[in-house]
């Protein structure tokens, strides 16, 4: 069987379960298996199959010890919920295309893996007639808390995905202040006797640094085992749980390619994808690794242009100035998910990532050697849009297609006319987020004075397009807050603690 091991090391090797199960390895890298591509895709046999079809196909390559039975459940489950039967449809925007992510329940592209999520990890419990040790059958019977820090809409898709399953807590940290109106008002009305979220006074990076830092806390582990019986877990794509059900949407897309003959097979996509933390994108590149043919992928920042500076000059440096901007999910300057990708393209020296992210931790930068990053713009390239780049590219979006985008889908349709591309290749742009989601945003890109009422903005914006607000949205307009706490970042393992004594206490009294 397939195995995972921590991009830092390859001492400790876990089951594609045990891997979800636990979320970051022990040595604070992220679990990545050697066998990726080993086992390729079937492309030519994906058009007319339905998305579940497909990422049956895809996932079981991914998660080699989950069985048929088990995939089949998880996919049903996550996506009967989603408001279009292909799950992400593809639209065409006269020579290019957008694939549209936004169409589940909480209208963000997180919902694709944050729906299955939950799902893999009821599957991770060890059942009392499987168990072939104490220690196994002690695992299976304990809680999991899953710790999420969210730049916005990460959020409130891991709520509504773990709210109320058995034996699971979720506590989710945004930054206060920081995420737009709509996505705070979706995380502090969740409803849900597991939930928790909290405002942090800082912003992502910073809690997204004091999450990775809990998780590698060995006293704060020992104390939540002997009083709570809890395991700490990850909802972020710093779990391979989160990350693999995003590889379905690129084989999807070009399932739709060719099922409507707009490209032959064997023939290259581009696909360009707004993107903070690199784990949208690094899906792509677990595509191309599983043989979809993917040409190049491209890297569409905001001003927090981290990534861009990093793919133009091998250098990755923190250390610069933090920008709140109109695209908040990607206002983020330490990336997760690179190190992943870095593992791949130095083929798995994990001496190096170790050093690299030692350095990263150490002073905030690290700089790849020069033959790994020849490798990764082979098949990485990169953009990067101001504000008034991102408010242009909502505003001729919609003037040459009649089409709304959402402030960090235009970061990736900017992208669009500053790179290259593959020669001949279609050219495809994720569509992250519903417009929906920051209409005010929306509205005052598009020239229209935006109304006081961000509820107000979204009727504003459905009179104008002619497509209403969803409803889960609009619904919002009303609701009572039931989470209005705000903690310093340093007081987050004390939160920690307490939801999750919080959390066993109603376990058991529910029990």
Same mark, same amino acid.
């Given at each position: 069987?397939? !195995?995972?091991?921590?991009?830092?090391?390859?001492?400790?090797?876990?089951?594609?379960?045990?891997?979800?199960?636990?979320?970051?390895?022990?040595?604070?890298?992220?679990?990545?298996?050697?066998? !990726?591509?080993?086992?390729?895709?079937?492309?030519?046999? !994906?058009?007319?199959?339905?998305?579940?079809?497909?990422?049956?196909?895809?996932?079981?390559?991914?998660?080699?010890?989950?069985?048929?039975?088990?995939?089949?459940?998880?996919?049903?489950?996550?996506?009967?919920?989603?408001?279009?039967?292909?799950?992400?449809?593809?639209?065409?925007?006269?020579?290019?295309?957008?694939?549209?992510?936004?169409?589940?329940?909480?209208?963000?592209?997180?919902?694709?893996?944050?729906?299955?999520?939950?799902?893999?990890?009821?599957?991770?419990?060890?059942?009392?007639?499987?168990?072939?040790?104490?220690?196994?059958?002690?695992?299976?019977?304990?809680?999991?808390?899953?710790?999420?820090?969210?730049?916005?809409?990460?959020?409130?898709?891991?709520?509504?995905?773990?709210?109320?399953?058995?034996?699971?807590?979720?506590?989710?940290?945004?930054?206060?202040?920081?995420?737009?109106?709509?996505?705070?008002?979706?995380?502090?009305?969740?409803?849900?006797?597991?939930?928790?979220?909290?405002?942090?006074?800082?912003?992502?990076?910073?809690?997204?640094?004091?999450?990775?830092?809990?998780?590698?806390?060995?006293?704060?582990?020992?104390?939540?085992?002997?009083?709570?019986?809890?395991?700490?877990?990850?909802?972020?794509?710093?779990?391979?749980?989160?990350?693999?059900?995003?590889?379905?949407?690129?084989?999807?897309?070009?399932?739709?390619?060719?099922?409507?003959?707009?490209?032959?097979?064997?023939?290259?996509?581009?696909?360009?994808?707004?993107?903070?933390?690199?784990?949208?994108?690094?899906?792509?590149?677990?595509?191309?690794?599983?043989?979809?043919?993917?040409?190049?992928?491209?890297?569409?920042?905001?001003?927090?242009?981290?990534?861009?500076?990093?793919?133009?000059?091998?250098?990755?440096?923190?250390?610069?100035?933090?920008?709140?901007?109109?695209?908040?999910?990607?206002?983020?300057?330490?990336?997760?998910?690179?190190?992943?990708?870095?593992?791949?393209?130095?083929?798995?020296?994990?001496?190096?990532?170790?050093?690299?992210?030692?350095?990263?931790?150490?002073?905030?930068?690290?700089?790849?050697?020069?033959?790994?990053?020849?490798?990764?713009?082979?098949?990485?390239?990169?953009?990067?849009?101001?504000?008034?780049?991102?408010?242009?590219?909502?505003?001729?979006?919609?003037?040459?297609?009649?089409?709304?985008?959402?402030?960090?889908?235009?970061?990736?349709?900017?992208?669009?006319?500053?790179?290259?591309?593959?020669?001949?290749?279609?050219?495809?742009?994720?569509?992250?987020?519903?417009?929906?989601?920051?209409?005010?945003?929306?509205?005052?890109?598009?020239?229209?004075?935006?109304?006081?009422?961000?509820?107000?903005?979204?009727?504003?914006?459905?009179?104008?397009?002619?497509?209403?607000?969803?409803?889960?949205?609009?619904?919002?307009?009303?609701?009572?807050?039931?989470?209005?706490?705000?903690?310093?970042?340093?007081?987050?393992?004390?939160?920690?603690?307490?939801?999750?004594?919080?959390?066993?206490?109603?376990?058991?009294?529910?029990?």
């Amino acid at each position: 069987m397939e !195995l995972f091991h921590s991009t830092r090391s390859t001492d400790i090797q876990v089951t594609a379960k045990q891997a979800i199960r636990q979320g970051i390895a022990d040595d604070g890298g992220l679990f990545v298996s050697d066998s !990726l591509g080993e086992r390729t895709l079937d492309v030519e046999s !994906l058009p007319g199959k339905s998305y579940q079809e497909i990422a049956l196909e895809v996932l079981r390559l991914l998660l080699p010890d989950f069985s048929d039975e088990e995939l089949r459940e998880c996919i049903e489950g996550a996506y009967s919920s989603f408001k279009d039967e292909d799950v992400t449809p593809l639209k065409s925007l006269g020579m290019n295309y957008v694939l549209e992510l936004f169409h589940g329940p909480t209208s963000a592209f997180k919902d694709v893996a944050l729906q299955a999520l939950p799902r893999f990890m009821a599957h991770t419990h060890v059942k009392e007639g499987e168990a072939q040790s104490q220690e196994e059958l002690a695992e299976g019977k304990e809680r999991v808390l899953i710790l999420t820090a969210t730049s916005g809409d990460t959020g409130k898709a891991a709520l509504d995905g773990f709210a109320d399953v058995d034996s699971t807590g979720i506590v989710v940290f945004y930054p206060a202040g920081q995420v737009s109106e709509v996505q705070r008002m979706q995380m502090i009305t969740q409803s849900g006797q597991n939930v928790g979220v909290v405002a942090v006074h800082g912003n992502f990076d910073d809690a997204q640094s004091k999450v990775k830092a809990i998780f590698g806390d060995a006293q704060l582990a020992a104390d939540l085992e002997e009083n709570a019986h809890t395991r700490l877990s990850s909802a972020n794509s710093i779990n391979v749980g989160r990350l693999v059900p995003q590889v379905v949407y690129y084989c999807a897309a070009y399932a739709q390619l060719l099922f409507t003959q707009e490209i032959n097979f064997g023939d290259e996509v581009d696909f360009l994808v707004p993107t903070g933390n690199f784990g949208d994108i690094l899906a792509g590149y677990y595509a191309k690794r599983l043989g979809l043919p993917v040409g190049k992928l491209v890297v569409a920042s905001d001003k927090n242009n981290v990534l861009y500076d990093f793919l133009t000059t091998g250098v990755y440096d923190r250390n610069r100035e933090f920008f709140t901007t109109i695209s908040p999910s990607m206002d983020i300057l330490i990336s997760s998910n690179l190190e992943r990708m870095l593992y791949y393209f130095s083929d798995g020296d994990t001496e190096l990532i170790s050093r690299l992210m030692n350095d990263l931790a150490q002073t905030g930068r690290y700089e790849v050697p020069s033959g790994v990053m020849r490798k990764i713009r082979e098949v990485f390239d990169c953009a990067w849009a101001d504000e008034d780049q991102v408010r242009a590219a909502i505003r001729d979006c919609w003037d040459e297609n009649g089409y709304v985008i959402d402030p960090h889908t235009a970061c990736a349709y900017h992208a669009l006319s500053v790179t290259e591309g593959t020669p001949t290749a279609p050219r495809v742009v994720l569509s992250t987020a519903s417009p929906y989601k920051f209409p005010r945003a929306v509205l005052s890109a598009l020239g229209v004075e935006a109304p006081e009422s961000d509820f107000a903005c979204m009727d504003a914006l459905a009179d104008l397009s002619g497509v209403p607000a969803p409803t889960a949205l609009r619904s919002l307009e009303g609701q009572i807050p039931r989470f209005t706490d705000e903690i310093d970042v340093e007081d987050m393992p004390a939160y920690v603690r307490t939801m999750a004594a919080k959390f066993a206490g109603a376990s058991g009294a529910a029990a």
